[in-house]
């Protein structure tokens, strides 16, 4: 048996806010919406990883969602032009990872990062 993808699911009755933040602003596609579901993706080949963490790296909190981009600090200011605001970052780490935690619509701590 293998694993063939894993996927995060967000509980909300706002269904539509995720739209602004995962398609408009990081750019993933609508894969499927039915009403009670939309599903955003992409068809770019991915690693699958879980994380365990007890922190979330440099004493900062564990976050909901680590996403990777090609271009962080384009994600930064997409982030801050659509008026979500930074909670840590930007931040080169010393694990060479540069990234910045912003909060989704929905609460969801989120981690965009990109590998140096």
Sequence with gaps: MKVRRIVANIATQDIAAAKRFYQDVLGLDLLMEMGWIATYGSHETMSVQISFMAQGGSGTP???LSIEV???DEALDRMRNAGFAIEYGPADEPW???RFYVRDPFGRLVNILSHR
């Design 96 to 98: 060479s990872v540069r």
């Design 70 to 72: 090609d271009d962080v």
């Design 62 to 64: 564990v976050p909901d």
